[in-house]
Nanobody, 116 residues
Framework: QVHLVESGGGLVQAGGSLRLSCAPS????????LGWYRQIPGKQRDLVAT???????NYGDSVKGRFAISRDIAKNTVYVQMNSLKPEDTAVYYC??????????WGQGTQVTVSS
């Protein structure tokens, strides 16, 4: 069974930085697109960023220029460096992994709280 294990969330002051990591367990195959989404209670899950195996990235409008997604293909791991954090970035952040035409996977979520 595939598990995506997220780490790096926590509490930070506005203007600060955090780095989230997501690594799979129980996996012997490589993922295609990897990414991060976030969700506020009562709201839909929104795109933070995605990255393809070739390194093509896509960002949500609200994080462009502040967040940077990267991946380590050998480790099958995805990261997001979050800079200049704002209180409105407060959310549960979910790791996402895709195997094209096979399955999609989600992590359990990690809380990021940005205080003003």
């Amino acid at each position: 069974q595939v598990h995506l294990v997220e780490s790096g969330g926590g509490l930070v002051q506005a203007g600060g930085s955090l780095r989230l990591s997501c690594a799979p367990s129980g996996v012997i195959f490589s993922f295609d697109t990897l990414g991060w989404y976030r969700q506020i209670p009562g709201k839909q899950r929104d795109l933070v960023a995605t990255i393809t195996p070739g390194g093509r990235t896509n960002y949500g409008d609200s994080v462009k220029g502040r967040f940077a997604i990267s991946r380590d293909i050998a480790k099958n791991t995805v990261y997001v460096q979050m800079n200049s954090l704002k209180p409105e970035d407060t959310a549960v952040y979910y790791c996402y992994a895709q195997r094209v035409a096979v399955a999609e996977y989600w992590g359990q979520g990690t809380q990021v709280t940005v205080s003003s």
